[in-house]
């Protein structure tokens, strides 16, 4: 079992910083992808990055260039450095680890609202 546990998001204007944070506990050692996915009410969970245990990232098209996600292997930590925050990066932002028997898990969530 994985436990993910979220910190950060709150409220910006339009062009702020967010960073949020995200430690894995219980047995980490079976994570291999650690990531971010957010959803809006009546729309379908989506990625936003997500980094696998070899370093590869990926992220949403909508977000290049603006967030950064890292990892601490050794922590199993993720972290997500989200800049020029737009209206519509508004969202509840979840935490997500996969294991290697392909196993999901999820943080509970954390809101971030960003004003126009």
């Known amino acids: 079992q994985v436990q993910l546990v979220e910190s950060g998001g709150g409220s910006v204007q339009a062009g702020g910083s967010l960073r949020l944070s995200c430690a894995a506990e219980g047995d980490i050692r079976t994570i291999n992808l650690l990531g971010w996915y957010r959803q809006t009410p009546g729309k379908q969970r989506e990625l936003v990055a997500h980094s696998n245990s070899g370093g590869s990232i990926n992220y949403a098209d909508s977000v290049k260039g603006r967030f950064t996600i890292s990892r601490d292997n050794a922590k199993m930590t993720v972290d997500l450095e989200m800049n020029r925050l737009k209206p519509e990066d508004t969202a509840v932002y979840y935490c997500?680890?996969?294991?290697?028997?392909?196993?999901?898990?999820w943080g509970q969530g954390t809101q971030v609202t960003v004003s126009s």
């Open positions: 997500t680890a996969n294991t290697w028997t392909m196993r999901s898990y």
